[in-house]
């Protein structure tokens, strides 16, 4: 039986696959998949359902269905509200694939941007410029730089991501046609307006859902980075305490190896002194005997006349 001529089938392999994938190389698991999409001819434009998503693992689904569509311009979608890591999880993807394009561009905080003195246009400028690597890009006006995209890009395989989008004519403005990018692209968007994805018709909406990022992230990043400097300066100090020690221990060793042959040169001493001692006392003894004996028992020379 093949696999094209049975979906469930083809549906069994690609579990199968997603089982195994914590077994083997990812860039090989995703090689598999999508030779086996090829190899039976089934469309590319997937429609996974997978929710709920939590964003410390959404990540990881959302890198695996962007290499699946190889040859497609794939749109996108993280939708979810406020603080839910819609961001980090888009910024996670941007650097972790960004290299295999043409040319690549993250477009942060698009709707607030977009409703500064010329934001659109400034926000075409820095697409353009970021993907073809020249600062020098202008643009005159929206519906002229929806012209240069088109123009420069329809060639080029281009990774985009559109962070925090909040109204249609952003998204027309930037990424209005899929013809306007090249066969591969892949273009990512982050909103928290579910109808905006359905308009433009994404071939994959992600839902971060989950607990809340905290509202003072940045002060907890923050005070991670201080405590990490001050770790780094508490190993520094352990280390050079360390040091310390071992020439403390080195000296310590080296003056208890002094003063113990201090003791052995000491013990040595005593024991020559006292058989110095003994040697002189054997000498000493006999005469001090006969002298005795010579001057007799009161000291008279024996009682001699």
């Given amino acids: 039986m093949e696999l094209g001529d049975n979906p469930s089938a083809f549906t069994l392999r690609f579990r199968i696959l997603i089982g195994n994938r914590l077994t083997r190389s990812l860039s090989l698991f995703v090689g598999e998949v999508s030779e086996a999409i090829k190899d039976r001819k089934i469309h590319t434009n997937l429609s996974i359902s997978i929710y709920p998503l939590r964003y410390d693992t959404c990540d990881q689904y959302l890198s695996l269905f962007l290499q699946i569509g190889m040859d497609d311009v794939l749109i996108v979608g993280l939708c979810g509200p406020s603080n839910m890591g819609k961001t980090v999880i888009a910024s996670s993807i941007y650097e972790q694939i960004f290299f295999t394009f043409e040319g690549s561009c993250f477009l942060s905080n698009v709707g607030q941007n977009s409703r500064q003195p010329n934001g659109l246009v400034k926000l075409q400028e820095k697409l353009l410029s970021d993907i073809l690597l020249d600062s020098d890009i202008k643009v005159r006006n929206v519906f002229r730089g929806v012209d240069m995209i088109e123009e420069k890009l329809s060639s080029k395989r281009v990774l985009v991501v559109l962070d925090d989008v909040d ?68 190993k520094e100090y352990i280390d050079s305490l360390h040091q310390s020690t071992v020439k403390e221990e080195g000296y310590l060793e080296r003056c208890l190896l002094e003063e113990r042959q201090k003791n052995v040169t000491q013990e040595q001493v005593i024991a020559d002194l006292k058989q110095a001692h003994q040697r002189v006392s054997g000498l000493i003894e006999p005469n001090r005997r006969l002298i005795h004996m010579q001057q007799g028992p009161k000291g008279n020379n024996g009682g001699l006349v």
């Fill in 167 to 234: 109204d249609m004519d952003q998204l027309y403005a930037l990424v209005g046609k899929r013809n306007w990018f090249g066969v591969g692209s892949k273009i990512i968007i982050t909103t928290r307006k579910l109808y905006l994805l359905k308009l433009v018709q994404a071939d994959q909406v992600f839902l971060a859902q989950g607990l809340p990022l905290p509202q003072n992230i940045e002060s907890i990043w923050k005070q991670f980075q201080l405590s990490r400097r001050v770790i780094a300066g508490l």
